[in-house]
T-cell receptor, first 115, second 114 residues
Framework: AQKITQTQPGMFVQEKEAVTLDCTYD???????LFWYKQPSSGEMIFLIY??????QNATEGRYSLNFQKARKSANLVISASQLGDSAMYFC????????????FGTGTRLLVSP | DAGITQSPRHKVTETGTPVTLRCHQT?????MYWYRQDPGHGLRLIHY???????DKGEVSDGYSVSRSKTEDFLLTLESATSSQTSVYFC?????????????FGPGTRLTVL
């Protein structure tokens, strides 16, 4: 069964520094997609970045990049040059190619950016 | 921003009463989903729809039913609400349902069952 693990309940970073949020996954399906979402205190879920299992390059979207290590089954989110507005919950999620369209989420990491 | 609205945004109800949550989209996307978010669990899929009148169960579907009579509307019904259904409910949509298809979320509905 597919599973997502986020082991860091909380992370702290200073403004302008980079931070890595960890995500490991477990699946027996060779074809899958990995997603990161941000949930600010206002509650909405904001899509950040996607990585496919067959993608050769790590995904990047502005200040967000995904450090995808397939052999280790990890898909860590790297936020460069942190901003105060980055303070939020961050969720890693996965979808397998087989089965129905279930997006399985981790329990999230709360990031706090300090001035 | 994806055109997704949820109503109501907040609701307090009593145990045993029926509750219906509505998700409305303006994107004409085929797939719609209902998730619940609880502390320590992330988001979990309740039901999803892959077209008008086509729905299927997710991992936490007990106690919930859904209906989709129009492309733009996806209703989630709690036939007889229980305190364990106190949660934040999110609707999501996606265009094709494929592996790379991103799900976009509505603003959420906070439901409290007393």
């Amino acid at each position: 069964a597919q599973k997502i693990t986020q082991t860091q309940p909380g992370m702290f970073v200073q403004e302008k520094e980079a931070v890595t949020l960890d995500c490991t996954y477990d699946t027996s399906d060779p074809s899958y997609g990995l997603f990161w979402y941000k949930q600010p205190s206002s509650g909405e879920m904001i899509f950040l970045i996607y990585q496919g299992s067959y993608d050769q390059q790590n995904a990047t979207e502005g200040r967000y990049s995904l450090n995808f290590q397939k052999a280790r089954k990890s898909a860590n989110l790297v936020i460069s040059a942190s901003q105060l507005g980055d303070s939020a919950m961050y969720f890693c999620a996965m979808r397998e190619a087989t089965g129905f369209q279930k997006l399985v989420f981790g329990t999230g990491t709360r990031l706090l950016v300090s001035p | 921003d994806a055109g997704i609205t949820q109503s109501p945004r907040h609701k307090v109800t009593e145990t045993g009463t029926p509750v219906t949550l509505r998700c409305h989209q303006t994107e004409n996307h085929r797939y719609m989903y209902w998730y619940r978010q609880d502390p320590g669990h992330g988001l979990r899929l309740i039901h999803y729809s892959y077209g008008v009148k086509d729905t299927d169960k997710g991992e936490v579907s007990d106690g919930y039913s859904v209906s989709r009579s129009k492309t733009e509307d996806f209703l989630l019904t709690l036939e007889s609400a229980t305190s364990s259904q106190t949660s934040v409910y999110f609707c999501a949509i996606s265009e094709s349902g494929g592996l790379v298809d991103t799900q976009y979320f509505g603003p959420g509905t906070r439901l409290t069952v007393l």
